[in-house]
């Protein structure tokens, strides 16, 4: 089979092994694929000797297509927008700003739990969240009308990565450039758990928001050509365990290898084992092992999945493709070189769970209720004014079987359906005080509950369909009772979230469960039924019969040739082409929206507004200069989250936010979440390290959103200390420890901080996606030297600091001057990993530099 070459000399897929030789034949299938988009995104193909070398060079890259998600997309569409606005302004044509590659934006972070455990729960969701995000969706509405490149999937389709799964993705795909050439599919997404799409055979992973407008305005992102990580597998699963199990064990291993930055590469004859659901339950934690993605090299069970799924057309394509590409795995590769070889043998693993704050805490599930009690935590109840049950210590305060990475896996889904069977048919209930809801990925998922007679015992746990979106997972969790709010409050109740996600950040959940439990959707059901962590119930019974009998787990968990049948009837391409043939008429509030095409009009909004950091682009960038006198705005130790630092979930009526909400003539229940939030810059400022579990160093003696003003020495919230800075015109600092802005890709977190007036973040260590945020925001990222910490410089946050960066931006100087008149002097690694990221950060960040081209004409 032949391949057409695309204009202006660049390669197809045929060239990349012409160019590199025999030693293709080394490099592990995620390099083979890297080096074929080298090939043809630069001149003569020449990256692609650089991806062989395998040195670490900068390569360019560029996806067949973009992901979006309403939370990230909508801050990025802003800035497009306000882009075009800004040039019409100048007297340039704003229609010059525009998108150079197919886009799909799914709304599916914005819909909240605030109703569950009702028949009625999905459509009082779905028209509740119209009702709030009216303004988001409108402005979306309008992006569609203005931009022929993005389409949106409508509030209620599904969740962004599963509807990429099972609908989007294509392995391979005709060039948006050339429908005569094939390609590989490739995706870049603005969420972090992008690389579920890896399961597929499918390059892509997460990014923040301004990365994605850089690929949005034509260019291509520099990649690094990482190291890349051979997870070898050996044996089979056994019956008893789900694909989360797996995914769980994973974490905890490869964050104790240390992958930040590195492909991972699934190999070995256990590799043939795992269906692509399993895969894909995988690939999507490649952020929680720290990990740019976990690459599924396509094999037999990718073309099935692609054929049962309903791409009849793409698995031709994509198995004819990959045997004449030499991307097709059988078993026989046996000389792919890996940096590094880690091994698993599936047969040996068992049930798990991980808690309480973060996904690689993995415990083996009998030991889970001593692993996550607290200190002195007893079996203590309180009654809760005006029912008659009680809630104490250690209660399930909200069981969520939810997000991409299990519910679209159908053996979970269906091992969960007949967990609930089981329990029914023995007369179990759940407690009263347990929230349970149940948010599919996919409607799909919905379709083959209900034909296969599962969705009925669901029902009877309370576990009715509640959203086609990630709810609890991102923190959308809605409200718990009344009642058992405020006796949580009054009590100081240490309550738990159980969930089926792939983020138990704390704080995400729900800011009144002390600690987050990730399980499988089986499990969810069973702590859902026993009602506290404080048991066993591995030994322990979950409830009793209507005879008294204990019930134990063993006696409700399905067998696995039971859930195979079902999963075989129900799961049918029929299923996925009907759900996704009808995709765009789930929402009659959506297809009710009219929207105009021409200029479109900013009006006040505190949902969506012109964005500050567009607002204030020069039209010259300055020189970068020594930042002098900076001041600390948060002191920090390791593993911060960006949850840590923008976070995503319930604005409260006591936050700095819903202060603001509330004099702008927001009423509390409308104030929805800082996510759905992300689109107006003064909610986005006042998000600034709004944690309600942050610990900043700065302030020890309080958890939350505090820190302390200097040199007065005043603890107040980081927002009144921001305020006052920015009066000062005092620009600041942010230091932490290791693995700083791990978790969501979310832009805003290097965003917020801008606002703030943060110019440099000082860390031991970044996770990926955040430092680049950083970098085009125009913020330093810095690393202490090797032996140099906050700790062994014994910063209080009294000081102040100068840094003094390289002309050639290759590294810098930091001193740290005391109150005493003393001071300290130490060199810093400056994070800008290629000419590309100088050059970016050198112009003030992405958007100035975007913006300077579209003034002068270039494209």
Avoid at 391 to 419: K, Q
Avoid at 518 to 539: E, M
Avoid at 609 to 632: C, E, N, Q, T
Avoid at 689 to 717: C, F, H, K, Q, V
Wanted: hydrophobic share 40%.
């Amino acid at each position: 089979m032949t391949f057409k070459i695309i204009p202006n000399s660049k390669f197809s897929a045929t060239d990349y092994r012409s160019i590199i030789g025999d030693g293709y034949r080394s490099l592990p299938h995620s390099l083979r694929l890297l080096a074929e988009n080298a090939a043809r995104h630069s001149e003569g193909g020449e990256a692609a000797l650089d991806v062989l070398a395998r040195e670490g060079d900068a390569v360019p890259f560029r996806p067949a297509r973009l992901l979006l998600h309403d939370m990230l997309g909508i801050p990025a569409l802003i800035d497009i927008m306000a882009m075009r606005n800004l040039l019409e302004e100048q007297g340039r044509d704003p229609l010059s700003v525009d998108m150079s590659l197919p886009v799909d934006l799914v709304i599916d972070h914005s819909m909240s739990i605030n109703h569950w455990a009702d028949r009625f729960a999905l459509q009082k969701n779905m028209d509740r969240e119209f009702e709030v995000n009216r303004e988001r969706f409108e402005f979306l509405k309008a992006c569609e009308t203005r931009f022929p490149r993005l389409r949106v999937i409508p509030p209620g389709g599904g969740i962004c990565h599963q509807v990429n799964l099972e609908f989007l993705g294509q392995t391979v795909l005709p060039s948006h450039e050339d429908d005569n050439l094939l390609v590989p599919d490739s995706c870049l997404g603005t969420d972090s758990h992008t690389p579920m799409i890896n399961a597929l055979g499918i390059m892509g992973w997460g990014v923040g928001g301004l990365e994605a407008e850089a690929v949005l305005f034509g260019e291509t992102t520099p990649v690094n050509v990482p190291r890349v990580i051979g997870l070898e597998l050996t044996g089979a699963p056994s019956d008893e365990i789900m694909a989360t199990d797996i995914a769980l064990i994973i974490a905890e291993k490869l964050r104790a290898v240390g992958v930040v930055d590195t492909f991972v590469e699934l190999f070995g004859p256990g590799y043939r084992t795992l269906s692509v659901a399993d895969r894909a339950t995988i690939a999507n934690m490649a952020p929680e092992y720290g990990s740019t993605m976990v690459f599924c090299p396509v094999d037999e069970r990718t073309i099935g999945y692609l054929r049962d799924t309903g791409r009849g057309r793409s698995a031709n394509l994509t198995e004819i493709y990959s045997k004449a590409q030499d991307l097709w795995v059988d078993g026989s590769d046996t000389n792919v070189e890996y940096d590094e070889v880690v091994g698993l043998d599936l047969g040996r693993i068992g049930r798990s769970v991980s808690g309480p704050s973060r996904p690689e805490q993995r415990i083996d599930l009998a030991d889970a209720s001593e692993r996550l009690k607290l200190k002195g935590e007893t079996e203590r109840r309180v009654p809760v004014q005006g029912t008659s049950h009680d809630i104490g210590d250690g209660d399930v305060i909200i069981a969520a079987i939810t997000s991409c990475t299990n519910t679209a896996n159908p053996r979970n889904m269906v091992a969960a359906g007949l967990m609930a069977r089981n329990a029914v048919a023995r007369g179990l209930k759940v407690p009263p005080h347990v929230k349970t809801s149940l948010a599919p990925g996919s409607r799909v998922v919905a379709s083959y509950l209900e034909e296969s007679g599962l969705q009925g015992p669901l029902d009877a746990l309370g576990f009715e369909i509640a959203a086609f979106s990630c709810s609890t997972c991102n923190g959308m969790s809605g409200p718990l009772h009344p009642a058992h709010e405020a006796t949580i409050k009054a009590n100081d109740v240490k309550g738990i979230a159980v969930l089926s996600g792939n983020r138990n950040f704390a704080g995400r959940i729900h800011p009144l469960a002390s600690r987050n439990m990730i399980a499988s959707p089986p499990l969810v059901v069973a702590y859902a039924l026993t009602g506290t962590i404080l048991k066993d119930i591995t030994c322990e019974p979950l409830g009793y019969d209507h005879d008294g009998e204990p019930v134990m787990l063993s006696d409700l968990w399905p067998s696995a040739d039971e859930v195979t049948e079902i999963v075989e009837k129900f799961v049918t391409p029929t299923e996925f082409s009907k759900n996704y043939a009808a995709i765009n008429d789930v929402n009659v509030h959506w297809n009710d929206l009219a929207a105009d095409a021409g200029t479109y009009e900013w009006v006040p909004s505190n949902y969506v507004s012109f964005p500050p950091f567009v607002r204030k682009i020069d039209k010259v960038a300055g020189p970068v200069g020594p930042l002098k006198g900076l001041r600390p705005l948060v002191i920090l130790g390791d593993s911060v989250t960006t949850d840590h630092i923008s976070p995503s979930g319930i604005i409260t009526p006591e936050s700095e936010a819903g202060r603001y909400l509330q004099q702008q003539g927001v009423e509390p229940r409308d104030f929805n979440s800082f996510g759905t939030r992300r689109g107006c810059s003064d909610v986005v400022v006042r998000s600034t390290y709004a944690n309600y579990r942050l610990r900043n160093e700065m302030t020890p003696d309080n958890e939350g959103s505090w820190t302390r003003i200097e040199p007065e020495g005043e603890i107040t919230s980081v927002f009144k200390a921001i305020e006052t800075y920015l009066d000062r015109d005092q620009k600041l600092v942010v230091i932490g420890g290791k693995e700083y802005g791990c978790g969501s890709s979310r832009d805003t977190a290097a965003k917020a901080p801008w606002l703030a007036g943060v110019r440099a973040v000082i860390v031991e260590s970044f996770e990926r996606i955040h430092r680049s945020n950083l970098v085009n925001m125009g913020i330093a990222p810095l690393c202490f030297p090797k032996g140099v910490t906050r700790r062994t410089l014994r910063l209080d946050g009294s000081e102040t600091y100068d840094i003094d960066i390289d002309e050639d931006l290759l590294g810098a100087r930091l001193t740290v001057h005391r109150k005493d008149g003393s001071y300290d002097m130490t060199p810093l690694d400056l994070r800008l990993y290629n000419d590309g990221e100088r050059d970016t950060f050198a112009a003030g960040g992405l958007l100035p530099r975007a913006f300077r081209k579209f003034l002068a004409g270039a494209a």
